[in-house]
């Protein structure tokens, strides 16, 4: 890995991990050093990748279920509140005859 920066720590770190040259903080300064090219998939490359869209398909699942279940309960508490005669009738008013003019 190269790690280049103009504000910061400057490195080249091997393979393993291991920091194998690096210009300190505030140092201007040039490096040389080997650079390896990977030729193998890394397990990201391999797999990984599908991460996000899997996290993305099961959110969307979730989301649904939750959805349709509380608008199955709503419906259901709605029938029972309509057959059981809780809700509010419709209420007319009828003007009597003699207050109407002629």
Known sequence: VV????????????????PTISIPVGKSG?????VYHRTALTPYMRALYLLPYLCLAISLIIFY??????WRRWRVARKQQIAGGDHE???TVVQDSEDQPQ
């Open 65 to 70: 279920n939750l959805f349709t279940a509380g």
């Open 89 to 91: 009738e419709a209420v």
């Open 3 to 18: 790690r280049a920066t103009s504000s910061g720590l400057s490195e080249l770190i091997a393979p393993d991990g291991r």
């Open 30 to 34: 040039a490096a040389t050093g080997r």
